[in-house]
């Protein structure tokens, strides 16, 4: 860690979707590098777990807030409790989102709309109202300040059977692109992690499978593409995750728009439809 370029230590970090998967895997590495947490998801009882262990191997300290991202006023609620805790945040990690699997026609539209709310418009509120504390944490602390939007190989081409979730993500990726540019001589860091299937829950939230799409990336390789992107001087906007699947999302961009949408069509048909 001598050579780490971001450096959080005695800073705040905040982590929606802190109790499973990669945001797990994101509280761990924080907590490693000195930051105290905000740790944020609907499962109370798993934040408060992560919250001992972070403390009795780190010794971190760990605000758990359970709570909805889905709901209304979730990010007024979240943001007023910051301040009541006079909680700056140095680093935001918008990490909580979930994806629908079928057409549009079987869909639910209500999950669909839970998905935009979470994928979208929470990482979208959180963003607007944490900006100007991560600006300010980076200009009087160079190298403290990030935020890291998870965005998904996803968001490069049209993902049929996912259809909402890719057009989430392309979202996600397009705004925190767009942001990296406007934020360029603040010092904070800005970086959408665009991570292939990894081995987490949200294939199981998903209600579908990860094995028709190879090997799934480990929570640990999404941990270090973040955090080496985070540490380099001038920290890229976008990181993909993995050599298939940088090369996959950079042929999406390079292939005719209708055939890269035919593959992915067709790789996402349900094995029992083929
Ligand atoms: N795994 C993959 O293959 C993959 C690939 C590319 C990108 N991603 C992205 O990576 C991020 C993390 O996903 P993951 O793979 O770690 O999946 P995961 O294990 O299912 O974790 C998702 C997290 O989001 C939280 N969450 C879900 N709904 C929420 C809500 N309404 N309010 C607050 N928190 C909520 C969950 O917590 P609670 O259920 O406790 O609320 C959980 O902590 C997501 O944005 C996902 O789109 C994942």
Not at 23 to 40: F, I, S
Not at 78 to 101: I, K, M, Q
Not at 156 to 172: D, E, S
Not at 210 to 225: F, H, I, N, Q
Request: with cysteine; hydrophobic share 45%; aromatic share 6%.
């Amino acid at each position: 860690m001598a050579s780490a370029v971001y450096n959080p230590i005695g800073t705040t970090a905040l982590i929606t979707g802190a109790s499973s998967g990669l945001g797990v895997g994101y509280a761990h590495e924080l907590a490693q590098r000195g930051a105290d947490l905000v740790l944020v998801a609907r499962r109370q009882a798993r934040l408060e777990a992560l919250a001992v262990e972070l403390a009795e191997k780190y010794g971190t300290v760990s605000t758990v807030i359970p709570l909805d991202l889905t709901t209304t006023d979730a990010v007024t609620e979240l943001v007023s409790d910051l301040r009541e805790r006079a909680v700056t945040v140095g680093t935001l990690v918008n990490n909580a989102g979930f994806a629908t699997f079928g057409t549009v026609l079987d869909s639910d539209e209500a999950r669909e709309r839970e998905q935009i709310a979470l994928n979208v418009h929470a990482l979208t509120a959180l963003t607007h109202a944490l900006l100007p504390d991560l600006v300010e944490t980076a200009s009087l602390h160079p190298h403290t300040a990030a935020l890291v939007n998870l965005a998904s190989t996803a968001a490069f081409q049209p993902v049929p059977r996912m259809a909402v979730y890719g057009a989430t993500k392309a979202y996600v990726l397009s705004y925190t692109e767009a942001l990296s540019y406007e934020t360029r001589a603040s010092g904070l860091k800005v970086t959408a992690i665009c991570p292939g299937p990894a081995d987490t829950e949200f294939f199981e939230v998903a209600q579908t499978r990860s094995d028709k799409k190879g090997t799934p990336l480990t929570v640990d390789e999404v941990m270090r593409a973040s955090f080496a992107a985070l540490d380099r001087s001038v920290t890229p906007a976008v990181v993909l995750v993995g050599t298939r699947n940088a090369l996959l999302a950079r042929a999406a961009g390079i292939f005719p728009r209708r055939a890269v949408l035919g593959a992915v069509g067709r790789l996402n048909v349900p094995r029992r439809a083929r």
